[in-house]
Each structure stands twice: as C-alpha cells, then as structure tokens.
C-alpha cells in the first residue's frame, strides 16, 4: 500500500518547455489535489478533482492543465514553463469533498531556469 | 476572505521546554481545523482534525485545542525529533483547504 506517490522527485525545466508531473493514489479516494509550497505563502491550490472526469480550478490555476481518466491517477501539465512557476508541488488525496484528512505525497521539487 | 495566520514564524525550544503554537482563522462556516507535521524534503502529514470549539486532541506530546477564533498545538517537554514544520489548515464551506504558512520549530538537545 504505497498511499500517494509522486514521479519524478526533482525536475528542472528551461523556460517553455513542457512536462507533466505524475500523481497516483491506491487508496481508492475521490478527491485529489495538487498544490504549489513557496516559501512564506504555505500551500496553494491548484487544481482539484472530486471524482474521474470531473476537475476544477483552484486558487492558482493560470500555467496548469489537470485531467482525472481514472480514480488512481491525476497528472498536473505544465504548459509552457516559467520561472514564477518554480516551487514545490504536492499532490493530495481525501476520501471526500468534505471535512476529510488530507494524504500528501512526497513533493516534487521543480526548477524552472 | 478566508483566512489563516500561524504564529510564530519560527520557534527555538530546548529539549523539555513546553510551548505552544497559535493559529488564528476567518473563515465562513468552519467544517474542520487540521494540524499537520512537515518534516524537509517530505510532504504534510496529519496529525489532528477538530470541529468545533472546546473541542481537545491528545497525541503524545501534541495537544490541539480549538476556539472560535484560533487554534493552538501545545507541546509538552518536546524531544529533538519533534522539530519540524507544523501547519494548520482549515475547511470553510467551500470544502477546500485554507493553509497557514506554518510554524518551523527547532527543539535542541
């Protein structure tokens, strides 16, 4: 039971390229996030799903594109990589939409040169 | 505005010296307030959930309690390995989380 895994750990990307950071949970949750860290900003939203085939925008959706195939998987793209968008990224899972602990996985820390 | 304020931004304790950490929120229709544990390099772990307030949660040296403006993590006689990040986050009626920056605290033998 590996809970939330997170691929790669590390990136670094030059200014517009690509990629897509891999999420996947075998905890069988509906509700999955993704989330930037900065530092002295906490954790951001940036995109949520409530269930396959169903997403939305969260509080910093502007670079990113998610899709949710299937209940396991939730990948976050970037579109074209900047700068600003060097950080930390975690993916999250709940059992719900409502008040329900988070399951993080283990970041994946991206540089954006 | 949904908001959550964590004090203080840093905290240094020596191994035994009890503390607490604050965190205040405004938020509409408060569903749950979380506390997390953030070691470096690893992502948030859960450490207590409260409702409403007066409401307490024990885990070993970790104590939560919850009013209606604030929360605090009180820690009794910490050790070296509670040093971390500890994050408080809240669900308003939107379901979606609300984190505060955090509390980074050192604890020295």
């Known amino acids: 039971n590996a809970g939330v895994t997170q691929t790669p750990k590390f990136q670094v990307l030059k200014t517009g390229q690509s990629m897509t950071l891999q999420c996947a949970q075998d905890m069988n949750h509906e509700y999955m996030s993704w989330y930037r860290q900065d530092p002295g900003m906490g954790l951001r939203l940036i995109h949520y799903?409530?269930?396959?085939?169903?997403?939305d925008q969260g509080e910093v959706p502007n670079g990113y594109n998610v899709s949710r195939s299937t209940t396991e998987d939730f990948p976050l793209r970037l579109l074209s990589a900047a700068p600003s968008q060097t950080s930390v990224y975690f993916c999250?899972?709940?059992?719900?939409?409502?008040?329900?602990?988070?399951?993080f996985g283990q970041g994946t820390r991206l540089t954006v040169v | 505005e949904d908001q959550v304020t964590q004090s203080p931004e840093a905290l240094r304790l020596q191994e035994g010296e009890s503390s607490s950490l604050n965190c205040s929120y405004t938020v509409s229709g408060l569903r749950g307030l979380f506390w997390y544990r953030q070691d470096p390099g690893k992502g948030p772990e859960f450490l207590f959930t409260?409702?409403?307030a007066g409401e307490e949660k024990e885990k070993e040296r970790l104590k939560a309690t919850l009013t209606k403006k604030e929360s605090f993590l009180h820690i009794t006689a910490p050790k070296p390995e509670d040093s971390a990040t500890y994050l408080c986050a809240v669900i308003p009626g939107t379901y979606k989380y609300i984190f505060g920056t955090g509390t980074r605290l050192k604890v020295l033998a």
């Open positions: 409260l409702y409403s």
């Open positions: 999250a899972t709940r059992r719900g939409q409502g008040d329900t602990e988070a399951f």
């Open positions: 799903s409530v269930g396959a085939g169903i997403t």
